[in-house]
């Protein structure tokens, strides 16, 4: 549900059962209904955007996210992810859908330097596949990128999955942020490959 942490607010919300128990009833109404409560819960807290939902996969068993992403399987993370976006769009609110992509741990995934290995087949069909569901089929209009990098680049610098992939072949329109904020973040940057249309 909606947590105040960076305030000092005293308004109090709804809780609502964690990701991976609404994907366990593999209820794609259900999913839209807890949503729609969602996106209630924020008009009614003052509250335009979401940072969520998490549509990342189950990669390992000592991943810092099994209670915020729903399954280890691409399609039923999207059809659920899917349905929770357009049940907050459609009350009115702003989703950021995160952490794109490969975010596989908590410790040590930003400056220190997560490195996340996959195949460009791997990667397009099991681990992108739900954030394309949500851009063509949900419409969204936020996205939060990943601490982490893919291979060897930041993904939250990547042309390739950024506009190549994202914009270009997707066609989504609209934000996208990066994870969090630390004061060391910025070293990513200096970690990013060019594209290879920079390189020119």
Known sequence: GIRYKMTSSDTRT???PANSLLAATFNDKLAYDVAAGMGEDMLHSDCESMYGTAPNLHRSLYGGRAFEYYSEDGFLSGMMCNQQTKGMQDKGVYVVIKHLALNDQETNR????????????TFREIYLKPFQMIVEQGNTHGMMSSFNRIGTDWAGGS??????????EWGFVGMVISDYNLSNAYICLLYTS???RDRQ
Do not use: I, N
């Open 14 to 16: 709804m809780s609502f």
């Open 110 to 121: 930003d400056s220190d330097g997560l490195v996340t290995w996959a195949d460009e087949q």
């Open 159 to 168: 042309y390739a999955l950024l506009t190549e992939v994202l914009r270009k």
């Open 194 to 196: 060019p594209s290879p």
